[in-house]
């Protein structure tokens, strides 16, 4: 258990840089994709609240027009 303890620290601290380039459109799929999960979040929270309660709202609307 410590063999793998020491090795894993060892691991971590000698690694190296791996040079590697992300370009600026990156950001922007990163940003897309972020804000079309909270959109898509909201939308669904959004339906669920607003189609019962549209359909509660019709049916109290025609009981009362008919009392």
Same mark, same amino acid.
């Given at each position: 258990? /410590? +063999? $793998?303890? /020491? *090795? !894993?620290? @060892? *691991? %971590? *601290?000698? !690694?190296? !840089?791996?040079? =590697?380039?992300?370009?600026? &459109?990156? &950001?922007?799929?990163? #940003?897309? =994709?972020? @804000? &079309?999960?909270?959109? =898509? $979040? *909201?939308?669904?929270? %959004? &339906? @669920? $609240?607003? %189609?019962? #309660?549209? +359909?509660? #709202?019709?049916?109290?609307? /025609? +009981?009362? +027009?008919?009392?």
């Amino acid at each position: 258990m /410590i +063999k $793998i303890f /020491i *090795f !894993s620290i @060892l *691991f %971590f *601290f000698t !690694s190296t !840089s791996a040079y =590697a380039y992300l370009g600026p &459109g990156i &950001g922007a799929g990163v #940003l897309a =994709a972020t @804000l &079309g999960v909270v959109i =898509a $979040i *909201f939308a669904a929270i %959004f &339906g @669920l $609240i607003w %189609f019962p #309660l549209k +359909k509660y #709202l019709k049916k109290k609307k /025609i +009981k009362k +027009k008919i009392d």
